[in-house]
């Protein structure tokens, strides 16, 4: 096999690890990853490498494959061909030895109905040879007072923190999280985003699966775009959206008429669209919006309302695929 | 092997929350064997089968009704925890399958004993007829057969499909093996070729084996009984390590 440095790029232009800091070292490598479910291709050639300290998302619409990649990485899964380790070790060969290192949370896992908090939490704690203190975990996680509630009784956040607790019992270099915010209100989904990066603070590396543009925008260091089993693009959020969206929009409300002409003349500007005196200016560029301030700036035009409209991931994934996420 | 004792500790626990199963699989067989025995009543007394009956063919039923019992449960938990991500999370962590799956067998086994030994208690209370069994011997026939019996509970639960169906396939596999085991009917008075498929079938050796042992058999005699049980220990465990589904 040819070495992996010259495969593990299919995209052009990959983002290096995390801006902050000096590259980590390189924690999952995953070359020409394959799994066949019968006929049906679920992983296609997909490659990419994490680094140490980032949280990394693999984002895509439901049945992208996502969750077979993550499961192939993590050892649950046996892939068809191709390439991974985590940590230097093979997630199948030494699945063991890989499974005393990392920590991981199962999309749609449940656990004994009956089972309760502290049963689990101890129950996991004495699997693994080192163990963080079950008491202290679940604390930080806010799950102290249901101690010694069954899980059936927990609400969906309080399963997904304790499913967290569960992955972080070993103080795992690696965590995996597969759609960790599914099904949570707005309000929990938050907590658990605090949760996420503070994991990350810890120097932990965190691997994550969403079809959450949002998440995937607040949360991660670097993305991986798959759709229909195949990685399409990958990057830092921010810098897919300047790549593949570089147009940028500026909405705002004065009482002056009749700016259409010279807003067009602002550098960058693509189109103006008028609707009384609501000024809606398309443009492209990173200096566009500043372009903008100091036009009404130098005018010194009265303002009543000013927002910018940035695409996003979701835009992102439309340019790249045609359709939306959820479609 | 902290696993294992830890798992099925806790399985041990959580099965007893479950008051319904808890119920049904370890205490409905007492009270079967205690209805049935007193609605002998004096009966019993006087005729020579329902002396048999009560002092041997019950006793074995009922350790048998309490094996199957325990299989059909263990089939009816292997298919919830799968249907739930309970088999695949567990597996997830530095915990071998077989420990996962063998903890399942210690707390069945553990629960099948509990439930013998509350049938023998009362039974000495309650039961209208003294009961002799050659105790050494027939625990370890009990346990042969319930080790055997779960074993062909994991080959079941490795092809159900869904939690749904899972404890009735599981009574449509063990209860017509039953009824061709000797248990109710000598093999000899069964038509011919329903005699020929008890022979060949396990379950017909757990009743040899459980009636040998209870009667005082010598090991020798029951020698061939346990080495069909044997066989299918081993043929069942091969099938589930190949078999068995985890999601």
Known sequence: MPPLEQHAAPAAGIAPPPASGAPGARVIEVAHLRKLYGATVAVDDVSFDVYQGEIFGLIGPNGAGKTTTLECIEGVRRADAGRTTVLGLDPVRNANELQKRIGVQLQQAQLQKRIRVREAVDLWAALYPRAVDGRALLEQLGLTEKRNASFMSLSGGQKQRLFIALALINDPEVVFLDELTTGLDPQARRAIWELVKGIRARGKTVFLTTHLMEEAERLCDRVAIIEHGRLIEMGAPAELVRRHCPERGVVFTGEHAGLAPDLETIPGADSVRVEGTTYTVQGHGDDFVTAVIRFVAGRALTVRDFRTVIPTLEDVFLKLTGHAIRD | ?247
């Open chain 2, 1 to 247: 092997m902290r696993g294992l004792l830890r798992l099925t500790w806790l399985e041990a626990k959580i099965f007893v929350r479950e008051p319904l199963g808890f119920v049904s699989s370890v205490l409905v067989p007492v009270a079967i064997f205690l209805i049935v025995g007193r609605s002998f009543g004096p009966a019993a007394d006087r005729s020579p089968g329902a002396q048999q009956f009560l002092a041997r063919d019950l006793p074995l039923f009922v350790s048998i009704f309490i094996s199957i019992n325990a299989a059909l449960s263990l089939i009816a938990v292997i298919s919830v925890y799968r249907e739930g991500g309970i088999l695949k999370r567990l597996r997830a962590t530095p915990l071998r399958p077989a420990v996962i799956l063998g903890a399942h067998v210690l707390v069945k086994l553990g629960f099948t004993g509990l439930s013998l030994a509350l049938t023998w208690v009362a039974g000495r209370r309650f039961y209208p007829v003294p009961l002799h069994a050659h105790v050494g011997g027939f625990t370890l026939a009990v346990i042969v057969t319930t080790v055997a019996i779960l074993t062909m509970g994991f080959v079941v639960a490795s092809m159900v499909g869904t939690a749904r169906f899972a404890q009735l396939i599981g009574s449509l596999v063990f209860y017509p093996m039953l009824a061709v085991s000797g248990m109710f009917v000598p093999l000899a008075s069964l038509p011919p070729p329903w005699a020929q498929l008890g022979a060949v079938l396990p379950l017909t050796h757990a009743v040899a084996l459980l009636r040998g042992a209870w009667a005082g058999e010598s090991w020798p005699v029951m020698a061939p009984h346990l080495g069909v049980l044997a066989l299918t220990i081993a043929i069942c465990l091969a099938l589930t390590s190949r078999v068995f589904r985890w999601e």
